[in-house]
């Protein structure tokens, strides 16, 4: 049986990573991919996200072949899920058909501000981190904002982003297990 695929969105600092490797943790037989190990904004010609975001933002700009390898090289394996660390959610056309369900950390953008502030600038001045606040408001909140309303619609399940991490994975692995079991149950019952 193929593994269930599972995207875990949200805007940067939202929680993406630090989930995926906690359900990683609490569900055996379970791999993740992380966008963030590959360079696939630059390796896809996008140099300036801000500018992505304000010519349209389109997901498909981004040549994720080296995803779907991996996707295909880790459903190969036997194992019971993929979790994707992955900002798209169903919106990119290449990753879209392996997607069995999409889940939407809805954090709360001062929230997400402040933990990227934290985990990019932890060891910078004062300066460089005033830098990345003043970017942030002439043209970053545009990155942070892309992210809310296309994929949180798309998603099949969104959490509260401001729960307490335990709480959130907690009820993550809950509902992919259910949604792999319910799944397996109605195909099981098509092909009677």
């Keep these: 049986m193929n593994p269930f695929i599972v995207a875990i969105n949200a805007v940067s600092g939202g929680g993406k990573t ?80 392996y997607l069995d369900y999409s889940i939407y950390i809805d954090t709360p953008l001062d929230i997400a501000h402040a933990r990227r502030i934290l985990r990019d600038h932890s060891q910078e001045n004062a300066s460089a981190i005033l830098d990345d606040m003043k970017q942030y408001l002439e043209r970053g909140r545009g990155a942070y904002l892309f992210g809310l309303e296309d994929t949180r619609q798309s998603a099949d399940f969104v959490i509260d982003g401001s729960l307490p991490l335990d709480t959130i994975v907690g009820i993550i692995c809950k509902k992919i297990v259910k949604e792999k079991s319910d799944r397996t149950i109605d195909k099981h019952f098509l092909h009677k």
């Design 18 to 97: 630090t989930i995926t490797n906690e359900i990683q943790k609490c569900m055996p037989n379970t791999k993740a991919l992380f966008f963030d190990d590959r360079n696939y904004d630059s390796d896809s010609g996008i140099e300036d996200t801000c500018k992505w975001i304000e010519e349209g933002a389109d997901a498909n700009l981004f040549n994720l072949e080296r995803l779907v390898n991996d996707i295909n090289d880790l459903s190969k394996e036997a194992i019971d899920f993929i979790i994707l660390d992955y900002p798209f959610g169903y919106k990119h056309n290449q990753i879209r058909p």
